[in-house]
């Protein structure tokens, strides 16, 4: 069992980093599409909303997988999933947005877990 423990950071930093990682190219490939979402939620500026989304998630996301930095990057992936969940999954009276609701803040306190230990022994930084 002692021989897993080196792989539980890396797997945890690989499952949330590389999570944060492909939604940002999501956003970045489906650009208009996010945006007109946005828009539509009455989210202002919506356009600067998801370029400032897009490189939170894949700089974020990049510092989480590769334990680079993780501190400042699992601070921001933490703050942005728990606005996420505020700003679009605050309706509780549709069960799917709110258990969308709880997995992002289930996700930030991974994250908030990350800025407290660091990356562990397997990481850019070690």
């Given at each position: 069992?002692?021989?897993?423990?080196?792989?539980?950071?890396?797997?945890?930093?690989?499952?949330?980093?590389?999570l944060?990682?492909?939604?940002?190219?999501?956003?970045?490939?489906?650009?208009?599409?996010?945006?007109?979402f946005?828009?539509?939620t009455g989210?202002?500026?919506?356009?600067?909303a998801?370029?400032?989304?897009?490189?939170?998630?894949?700089?974020?996301?990049?510092?989480?997988?590769?334990?680079?930095?993780?501190?400042?990057?699992?601070?921001?992936?933490?703050?942005?999933?728990?606005?996420?969940?505020?700003?679009?999954?605050?309706?509780?009276?549709?069960?799917?947005?709110?258990?969308?609701?709880?997995?992002?803040?289930?996700?930030?306190?991974?994250?908030?877990?990350?800025?407290?230990?660091?990356?562990?022994?397997?990481?850019?930084?070690?």
């Amino acid at each position: 069992m002692n021989q897993l423990l080196p792989w539980g950071p890396l797997l945890a930093r690989i499952f949330i980093g590389g999570l944060f990682l492909i939604s940002g190219i999501a956003k970045l490939t489906g650009f208009a599409g996010v945006v007109a979402f946005a828009e539509s939620t009455g989210i202002p500026a919506a356009s600067l909303a998801i370029i400032l989304a897009i490189l939170v998630e894949v700089l974020g996301g990049l510092s989480v997988l590769l334990g680079y930095k993780i501190k400042v990057g699992a601070t921001l992936l933490a703050i942005f999933a728990i606005a996420t969940a505020i700003l679009f999954h605050a309706d509780f009276a549709d069960q799917a947005q709110q258990a969308l609701f709880m997995k992002n803040f289930a996700i930030a306190g991974g994250l908030l877990y990350m800025v407290r230990f660091g990356a562990g022994k397997m990481a850019i930084e070690k």
